[in-house]
């Protein structure tokens, strides 16, 4: 990611930050693109990384009994994917695999949570968004869409 | 609500406050009980309270077209209901019925608000519960739970 934290500010969660809390993000970001069939993260592994979704499309899979994982959602521009990695006990809840070519924002759990907790504005600000995400995404499970 | 914020310490979302957080809690907060078919809150209207369920069921129901509204999903112990109160435009975004008799802490969303405006600590710790029981809710959507 270039050092400008003003680049921060096309995300909804770091819009609301001053520029030196956008700067303290910048240092612990960087945009990278993946290709189809790259897996973000997996079930049950550490979460190392939040990915802030820019453009394309991830599927989101859960190991349902002894199967192979099965798709049971798909997430698309706007979303955050790894959550699960900023709340204990810091690991995956599920695997994501890229539905097709994606940008996205990365974070870097570790430090970012360190940030959240030493500077709970921070936190405060960002959790909102998170929750925001949540419930929408909630909404569109509840209504099967 | 007896005035004695130990009490709170029965809810997971208050475990890691201090004790004067908690106090300042205890100021908006009620225990209450409701009956079967009692409404809890409506779809759009603005967000009051958040209501953290202790005992009993509360089915989510929302207007699906011109329909009457339609049970999408229910929810138990332990879930936070009511969320999007604390989240700008501060309106519900489902209405929530009582599916039989609940007991529930109910806490006055406005006030909330401002306390964890002023008190990012106290809004970071709250935000986590909530980041967290969302999370558990879609994985339970996802799976079809």
């Known amino acids: 990611m270039p050092n400008d934290p003003y680049k921060l500010t ?3 969660c770091f819009r609301t930050l001053t520029e030196d ?3 303290a993000i910048t ?4 945009e990278e693109c993946f290709y189809t ?7 049950e592994k550490p979460g190392t990384h939040l990915y ?6 991830v599927e989101v899979l859960y190991n349902v009994g002894r199967k192979d994982p099965t798709q049971v959602d798909a997430v698309g521009e706007g979303e955050i994917l790894g959550c699960s990695s900023l709340i204990d006990p810091y690991r995956y809840s599920s695997t994501a695999r890229c539905l097709s070519k994606i940008e996205t924002l990365v ?11 030493k500077d709970c504005q ?6 909102k968004c998170i929750i925001q995400m949540l419930l929408d995404r909630i909404l569109n499970l509840r209504l099967g869409k």
């Open 52 to 57: 802030i979704l820019t453009t394309g499309e």
């Open 122 to 127: 921070i936190g405060y600000s960002i959790q």
């Open 21 to 23: 809390q956008r700067q």
């Open 107 to 117: 974070l870097d759990a570790d430090p970012l949570r360190k940030l959240m907790e």
């Open 27 to 30: 240092q612990l970001a960087r």
């Open 10 to 12: 096309q995300y909804a």
């Open 37 to 43: 069939g790259h897996i973000l993260f997996q079930d």
